[in-house]
């Protein structure tokens, strides 16, 4: 995976065409101060996604042609700018050199040893502080900006286009550099903009994110999103006093820790593992299936062609899970057309909840001496700590099997 550091906006202008898309702009740009007075802020590169919904199979078909040598737009840009911040030297440390191994078994877990390595999140606001642009409110980037990348938010046109520096649209996706990266590329999508706080992961935002791997369309590519109702927190606009008020356990997206992406240069295990259809509803919909002998019990959500069933059914379940403050992560995979859901079980005996990629078979060791002897038992027991006991699980199969005959029926006619 080689890309050419971005030295100037060329690729940028390059990609841009002859005129700017209108989205509904955000003032990131100009805004105004607290006298009134027009004040420049951030503008950073735009991806405006083609206006064709997830539910038409045409763009699924096109991209799926690209060659393998060559890069999506959004590719393009987002490593380019990713290395650039490399070359800068904002991270921490060099993830291209962290050492790797398979854990010896039948399961082949993949190990990294990470000495550096931090817990992955971006930095709180200062108490609860935040900047207040126009009608809306967001975390102060300002002292953050070296680490913001682009935006991605819906286009008004049939094909996608790039504008290289604009204003930050409302209801957009925020990618930012992660200073501790975990694996090659790796990066926070951070929604933006969105008003909605009935549900922590609504299908509007969980639709942009899964575009996002459609686009970028490169099956190293995968996006994780985590749950724990033990550290997940919602914040509300307290309009009065200008900035984010917590209310307590519960997640809304805009915690801005918990959804992440990065590149594997190789399968993860539980892409590779054996699974039975739960429910299938053909004519090129979306099948449910559950995993086999795996240590977590996981679901697979998979669609060739109308992947916004994916997105419409996950999410649902989703939203139910969090109502039962059942914590739980999920992988997007396969360039948007395979979701693996992990549900996890958090008792007295089990507080902590385990990341999407341990989930998915991917272990990271900031002990050269836990990595020398990590077995592939241990990884199992970790795994196994969590997962739902199987009467738990068959409800929550029974709940994403009720979730997606409503939606067939609403899309497909069934």
């Known amino acids: 995976m080689v890309v050419k550091q971005l030295k100037d906006d060329n690729f940028l202008l390059k990609c841009a065409p002859p005129e700017r898309a209108k989205c509904p702009q955000f003032p990131f740009g100009n805004v105004r101060g607290p006298t009134g007075r027009l004040e420049t802020g951030i503008q950073i590169p735009l991806y405006c996604f083609a206006s064709q919904s997830l539910a038409n199979s045409c763009p699924f078909g096109r991209f799926a042609c ?31 050199s962290s050492e790797m191994k398979v854990i010896g078994g039948r399961r082949k877990f993949l190990a990294q040893l990470n000495e550096e390595w931090n817990m992955d999140r971006l930095p709180d606001p200062d108490g609860n502080e935040v900047c207040c642009l126009g009608d809306s409110y967001i975390f102060d980037w300002m002292k953050h900006h070296e680490e913001l990348l682009f935006c991605v938010a819906s286009g008004e046109n049939a094909t996608p286009e790039l504008i290289p520096t604009a204003p930050v649209p409302n209801a957009s996706i925020l990618v930012l550099s992660n200073v501790n990266p975990v694996e090659y590329g790796h990066v926070f999508l951070v929604p933006h903009g969105f008003t909605s706080l009935s549900q922590f992961m609504d299908a509007r935002t969980l639709e942009m994110v899964t575009r996002v791997a459609v686009e970028v369309n490169n099956r190293s590519f995968r996006v994780f999103y985590d749950c724990s109702m033990e550290s997940a927190s919602l914040y509300f606009q307290d309009m009065r ?4 008020v917590k209310l307590g356990n519960f997640l809304y997206l805009g915690d801005l820790n918990e959804l992440k992406a990065c590149y594997f240069s190789n399968p993860l295990p539980v892409e590779l593992t054996p699974m039975v259809t739960l429910w299938d509803s053909g004519l090129g919909g979306i099948r449910i299936s559950s995993l086999i002998d795996y240590p977590i019990k996981a679901l697979l959500f998979e669609s060739t062609s109308n992947i916004k069933i994916s997105v419409e059914v996950l999410a649902e379940t989703c939203f139910c899970l969090q109502e039962k403050n059942i914590p739980f992560s999920f992988l997007i995979s396969d360039c948007g057309k395979r979701i693996f859901l992990f549900p996890q079980m958090q008792t007295s005996a089990t507080s902590h909840s385990v990341s999407g990629w341990e989930c998915s078979g991917y272990f990271l060791f900031k002990s050269r001496n836990d990595f020398g002897e990590a077995t592939e038992e241990a990884m199992v027991n970790r795994l196994g700590d969590v997962s739902l006991d199987e009467q738990g699980f068959q409800v929550v199969k029974q709940l994403c099997c009720s979730i997606a005959s409503k939606f067939a029926c609403l899309f497909l006619g069934e």
């Open 66 to 96: 690209i060659p393998d040598a060559e890069q999506s737009i959004l590719e393009s840009l987002l490593l380019a700018q990713w290395e650039d911040k490399m070359w800068k030297g904002i991270y921490r440390y060099d993830v291209t």
């Open 241 to 244: 006093k200008d900035r984010f």
